[in-house]
């Protein structure tokens, strides 16, 4: 039996501790540092570990302040005989972990740019709702997700991305894989086929609930079709926009082989996870796989982690008639996990326009980032290929002047700078690959982590 590897252990563990109550809602999580001190183990276990929890939402991170508890009400259950006794230690608590994380210049995935959030705004809806809605905040909500919310990404899917759909399709819920695991429910008996490399949480899905998948190459126009109507496998799942972790966009051939490939069974679906879709800078925008269906094939799903906060833990999916036929006739249906207060928020601000406004002005900041950076690395298109830039908060770099992986993150140690290896998400990449997040690095330090990353990666 092939050992699971060491950062796959941490990260199990560390989530134990969070769902099972050692950490509350806000606590400051240990850094990276004491734990790698703690442990005596490497810090790129530890940077895969805590990516994980990154990625799942059972953390998040604020800039140059560290990594914080999320609200673990959200969360998934736990199986009990998890292990984690070898990491219930005094020197993880809170009290050890007050440090600052350590890294000056980090290129991290998950974050956003907090300095032109509108919170003044946000602090009025926020008030508004308290004021005029008290007695529907008390109550359990609808388990779809509170229906003047459902209403406003109806709307919005439409005009942002050419989603057509009515409000009893929109299933509102905590985290993409919370609505994954409730597809997998409506999918019963249902394989899967997933891209490789693939979004970490719906292969966690998939493995945690024995459902039987196959993974498909992703090619830089999008996943491979090739051998697609050969599998006996019926749903597929896929990131067209921005396809995580390559950052490769879907072209439009693909994206109608696949909608005519789910016609042709009454089975087949297609889950399109839309997640980056807000922020395409380059070229004109591309219409959702959704606005392509005719035959109810698509299911559509996305979050507001990027385009709103990562903290605010929203997202939702829209249900094509057949699965939401399935839906409706579930005798038990799982209570909507998302504050009935933070649902009535998020839909004043966007009937007031001040989350597409937001949105707007979101964009213009971030391609203005990521032109920065371009430029900055223009020079040595010699030694560093990137792709996936087109759109979305990452792009990848492969460095092609001989420097080994363990090179350039020695080097990268050294200036106290945070990249992640590509291989975190892909263990058969074999090139020396980062994938860079350029959201949270505020304007003022772009040439520094810039000059940091060069300074790591590129032969003078």
Not at 247 to 253: A, E, H, I, Q, T
Request: glycine share 4%; proline share 4%.
């Amino acid at each position: 039996m092939k050992q699971q590897p060491l950062y796959l252990e941490l990260y199990e563990r560390l989530k134990a501790q969070i769902i099972e109550g050692q950490y509350q809602s806000g606590d400051k999580f240990p850094s990276k540092r004491a734990l790698q001190q703690h442990l005596s183990t490497s810090n790129t276990t530890i940077e895969h570990a805590y990516q994980y929890l990154l990625d799942e939402g059972y953390i998040y991170s604020k800039p140059r302040s560290g990594y914080y508890v999320s609200d673990i009400e959200s969360l998934p259950i736990l199986n009990q005989s998890t292990p984690t006794q070898a990491f219930r230690d005094t020197s993880l608590t809170k009290d050890t972990a007050e440090e600052d994380e350590d890294y000056r210049y980090s290129f991290n995935l998950s974050e956003i740019d907090t300095q032109y959030f509108p919170l003044k705004q946000f602090r009025k809806y926020a008030r508004d709702v308290f004021e005029t809605e008290q007695s529907q905040l008390l109550l359990q909500g609808n388990p779809k997700g509170e229906n003047t919310l459902r209403q406003q990404i109806a709307r919005y899917v439409f005009n942002s991305r050419g989603v057509s759909c009515h409000t009893s399709q929109v299933i509102i819920g905590s985290s993409t894989k919370q609505l994954i695991n409730l597809l997998t429910d409506l999918l019963k008996h249902s394989k899967f086929i997933i891209e490789d490399p693939s979004y970490p949480p719906i292969k966690q899905v998939l493995d945690q609930k024995l459902i039987p998948y196959k993974q498909l190459e992703v090619e830089e126009d999008g996943i491979c079709t090739d051998h697609l109507h050969e599998t006996h496998h019926d749903v597929i799942y896929v990131t067209p926009s921005h396809q995580f972790p390559t950052g490769y966009v879907m072209n439009l051939k693909k994206r109608t082989q696949l909608i005519n490939w789910a016609r042709q069974s009454e089975e087949r679906y297609i889950i399109e996870d839309d997640y980056d879709s807000e922020f395409r800078y380059f070229g004109k925008p591309i219409s959702a796989l959704q606005s392509l269906d005719q035959s109810g094939k698509v299911i559509y799903m996305s979050t507001f982690s990027k385009s709103l906060f990562p903290s605010c833990r929203v997202a939702y999916m829209i249900l094509p008639e057949r699965l939401l036929a399935i839906y409706e006739s579930l005798q038990y249906k799982e209570v909507n996990t998302v504050p009935v207060h933070l649902q009535y928020i998020i839909a004043a601000f966007m009937k007031s326009g001040g989350f597409e406004r937001h949105v707007n002005k979101m964009r213009k900041l971030y391609r203005s980032k990521l032109t920065y950076i371009l430029e900055a690395l223009k020079p040595y298109e010699n030694q560093l290929q990137i792709h996936g830039a087109l759109t979305g908060m990452h792009f990848t770099l492969t460095v092609t002047n001989g420097r080994s992986l363990s090179e350039c993150l020695q080097r990268a140690e050294a200036l106290s700078l945070k990249i992640i290896p590509f291989q975190s998400f892909d263990t058969d990449e074999t090139e020396t690959k980062f994938i860079l997040g350029f959201g949270g690095i505020p304007f003022s330090e772009l040439k520094t982590h810039t000059e940091a990353l060069i300074q790591a990666l590129v032969v003078k």
